[in-house]
């Protein structure tokens, strides 16, 4: 017998056989399996076509197996009991509440959000593990595309059509200067005034700069290069050493900077005319067919309560 021979048969000519060898009987066999005898008599006579070999032996006390039959039979009940096997455990694994959840966020949310988050979740799904990573918004959104995490969480809406998007959390970008700089007593600044002042600004990527960038040109006709740029930085808490050490002054995200309000090391000066907001969103793929326990995820993610974002001077 050549091996290859082997690759054509199907599951439901392995069943019949075993059926067969149970019941003794091709007619008894056949209504096991909701055939017709003319049917079942069909899958064993395609077995042995196949094999090449005889597989059955028919006669008047009923069915028995060659010594080819009795080897395949025994195949057969291995390779069916493994494929029951496998769907009891998918079966169970569904219903199983426990799991891995691979998530990837922009820097605001994965520092100054999602770790309080994740600590509540915990509490309540032990079971459940978060492997969290953090990156700019668009390398988040690219490595949901490549599945490389099941979700993404950024500042911005995605506008790719593969990816799907749900707002979770409100923002607001708010202009800080240090506590001793010559603005810290002006009640708003213009956006005029601000254009001149040395201005540190988030990295190329950064959701915070996108959303900046585009309400500036959309609602001021004012583009970034006419800033005075001083310095280009790759996180916020970057940023804010920056504007502490006087470097200059900077848009960032209230929930960035809520605990150096809260303490005075930072202040908000209102932009005169302006307000900046976003939403925070959960992303993941439109092919994505999530789990039990991604759906628990999820659910808590959207009812979660985020403290109001910034501190006004009192």
Request: proline letters at 4%; hydrophobic letters at 45%.
């Given at each position: 017998?050549?091996?290859?021979?082997?690759?054509?048969?199907?599951?439901?000519?392995?069943?019949?056989?075993?059926?067969?060898?149970?019941?003794?009987?091709?007619?008894?066999?056949?209504?096991?399996?909701?055939?017709?005898?003319?049917?079942?008599?069909?899958?064993?006579?395609?077995?042995?076509?196949?094999?090449?070999?005889?597989v059955v032996n028919r006669g008047s006390g009923g069915v028995s197996l060659?010594?080819?039959?009795?080897?395949?039979?025994?195949?057969?009940?291995?390779?069916?009991?493994?494929?029951?096997?496998?769907?009891?455990?998918?079966?169970?694994?569904?219903?199983?509440?426990?799991?891995?959840?691979?998530?990837?966020?922009?820097?605001?949310?994965?520092?100054?959000?999602?770790?309080?988050?994740?600590?509540?979740?915990?509490?309540?799904?032990?079971?459940?593990?978060?492997?969290?990573?953090?990156?700019?918004?668009?390398?988040?959104?690219?490595?949901?595309?490549?599945?490389?995490?099941?979700?993404?969480?950024?500042?911005?809406?995605?506008?790719?059509?593969?990816?799907?998007?749900?707002?979770?959390?409100?923002?607001?970008?708010?202009?800080?200067?240090?506590?001793?700089?010559?603005?810290?007593?002006?009640?708003?600044?213009?956006?005029?005034?601000?254009?001149?002042?040395?201005?540190?600004?988030?990295?190329?990527?950064?959701?915070?700069?996108?959303?900046?960038?585009?309400?500036?040109?959309?609602?001021?006709?004012?583009?970034?290069?006419?800033?005075?740029?001083?310095?280009?930085?790759?996180?916020?808490?970057?940023?804010?050493?920056?504007?502490?050490?006087?470097?200059?002054?900077?848009?960032?995200?209230?929930?960035?900077?809520?605990?150096?309000?809260?303490?005075?090391?930072?202040?908000?000066?209102?932009?005169?005319?302006?307000?900046?907001?976003?939403?925070?969103?959960?992303?993941?793929?439109?092919?994505?067919?999530?789990?039990?326990?991604?759906?628990?995820?999820?659910?808590?993610?959207?009812?979660?309560?985020?403290?109001?974002?910034?501190?006004?001077?009192?």
């Open positions: 017998m050549k091996e290859d021979r082997l690759k054509n048969l199907t599951l439901q000519q392995m069943e019949a056989l075993i059926f067969l060898v149970e019941e003794r009987s091709f007619s008894r066999a056949a209504g096991r399996m909701f055939l017709t005898q003319p049917a079942m008599t069909k899958h064993i006579r395609n077995m042995e076509d196949c094999l090449g070999v005889k060659t010594p080819e039959g009795k080897i395949l039979y025994d195949g057969a009940r291995r390779i069916v009991r493994l494929r029951r096997d496998a769907a009891d455990k998918i079966d169970q694994l569904r219903e199983q509440s426990g799991g891995d959840v691979y998530l990837c966020a922009s820097t605001i949310p994965a520092t100054y959000i999602l770790p309080r988050a994740i600590s509540a979740f915990k509490k309540e799904h032990p079971d459940i593990r978060i492997f969290l990573k953090t990156e700019d918004s668009e390398e988040v959104m690219n490595m949901v595309l490549d599945r490389e995490v099941e979700i993404g969480c950024i500042g911005k809406s995605p506008q790719n059509a593969k990816l799907i998007a749900e707002p979770v959390w409100h923002d607001r970008l708010i202009l800080v200067v240090a506590a001793d700089h010559r603005w810290a007593k002006k009640e708003s600044v213009a956006v005029s005034e601000l254009m001149k002042e040395p201005f540190v600004l988030r990295e190329k990527g950064s959701a915070t700069r996108d959303v900046f960038e585009l309400y500036m040109k959309e609602q001021k006709a004012v583009r970034l290069a006419d800033f005075n740029i001083c310095g280009e930085l790759g996180s916020s808490e970057a940023i804010k050493e920056a504007v502490l050490a006087g470097l200059g002054v900077s848009v960032l995200s209230a929930h960035a900077v809520a605990r150096e309000l809260a303490s005075g090391m930072l202040l908000e000066i209102p932009l005169a005319s302006c307000r900046i907001e976003r939403r925070f969103y959960l992303i993941c793929l439109k092919s994505f067919e999530p789990r039990a326990h991604h759906k628990v995820f999820f659910d808590f993610l959207k009812h979660y309560k985020v403290a109001p974002a910034g501190l006004k001077r009192s």
